[in-house]
């Protein structure tokens, strides 16, 4: 399974860009399998849960 950067997976899930994204992790908005993400965080696609208000992102 490939790992890609936390604030591309965002970007590509659409819900902003990719600098608007880092924003929003270091803020605190987003989270990764239910436990809040930091900047420099990795995903793996499709087995990572990602939120972002309580919403799921998925690509």
């Not at 591309?8 to 600098?19: F, H, M, N, Q, T």
């Not at 608007?20 to 908005?29: A, H, V």
Request: glycine share 8%; proline share 0%.
């Amino acid at each position: 399974m490939e790992e890609i950067r936390l604030q591309k997976y965002l970007a590509e899930a659409g819900v902003a860009s990719r600098r608007k994204c880092e924003e929003l992790i270091t803020n605190g908005y987003i989270k990764i399998n239910g436990v809040t993400a930091k900047l420099g965080d990795k995903v793996r696609q499709g087995k990572d849960e990602v939120s972002y208000n309580r919403k799921d992102c998925k690509k």
